[in-house]
């Protein structure tokens, strides 16, 4: 089968704590993307990138790190200097080779709980 | 910066009507993409439809259509004969050529029986 997936669906973190949260692909896929989704606020970019060991900083990278050592996967650490963690978190990649398939395709989340 | 305003915050249509669901955005470039995502309560994010900036066609999937319009940046959907599964939060999006796209807050869509 052929998609993205992330794990876990759910994950429980204690104040101080680092946690991963793992998204791979399976379609060959050249970039990857990690956006946070809050109530009423839409899809925020935290991290991107486009080539194995390379990747780039989004709008609220801030508590957040990334690596992208393997062409396949793509994992987020959100650190303990994330200051309000607790959110669904998405993972996205997309073919980019040429305009006309260049289309963002999303896993099914993970939902991050600070307790 | 893009920016992507979406005005409605919820819409609700009865089963088998129509609902338009409002997309603005800001931009100074001229070629890019505009997307229309669906979110329904599982919280998987669908493609519902896609559009070129440069094709001058509106794009459509089967009930999904869009009604573009380049000059006033407009970027609206369209869907006809609305079924119960259409219930959703909708979220259109932004995105030139080899960059993250930019969404908007999103609209929530309920279809009543």
């Known amino acids: 089968d052929g998609g993205i997936t992330q794990s876990p669906k759910y994950l429980f973190r204690k104040e101080g704590q680092n946690v991963t949260l793992s998204c791979e692909q399976n379609?060959?896929?050249?970039?990857m993307y990690w956006y946070r989704q809050d109530p009423g606020q839409g899809l925020r970019l935290i991290y991107y990138?486009?080539?194995?060991?390379?990747?780039q900083k989004g709008d609220i990278a801030e508590g957040y790190s990334v690596s992208r050592e393997k062409k396949e996967s793509f994992p987020l650490t959100v650190t303990s200097a994330q200051k309000n963690p607790t959110a669904f978190y998405l993972c996205?990649?997309?073919?980019?080779?040429?305009?006309?398939?260049?289309?963002?395709?999303f896993g099914p989340g993970t939902r991050l709980t600070v307790l | 910066a893009q920016t992507v305003t979406q005005s409605q915050p919820e819409m609700s249509v009865q089963e088998a009507e129509t609902v338009t669901l409002s997309c603005t955005y800001d931009?100074?470039?001229?070629?890019?993409?505009l997307f229309w995502y669906k979110q329904p309560p599982s919280r998987q994010m669908i493609l519902v439809i896609r559009?070129?900036?440069?094709?001058?066609q509106n794009a459509t999937e089967n009930r999904f259509s869009v009604n573009f319009q380049k000059a006033a940046k407009s970027f609206s959907l369209k869907i006809s004969d609305s079924q119960l599964g259409d219930t959703a939060m909708y979220f259109c999006?932004?995105?030139?050529?080899?960059?993250?796209?930019?969404f908007g807050k999103g609209t929530r869509l309920s279809v009543i029986a």
């Open positions: 996205a990649s997309s073919i980019e080779e040429r305009p006309s398939t260049d289309t963002q395709y």
């Open positions: 379609l060959n896929h050249d970039a």
């Open positions: 990138s486009q080539i194995v060991n390379d990747f």
């Open positions: 931009t100074s470039e001229s070629n890019y993409y």
């Open positions: 559009q070129e900036a440069y094709k001058q």
């Open positions: 999006a932004f995105m030139k050529h080899h960059t993250p796209l930019v």
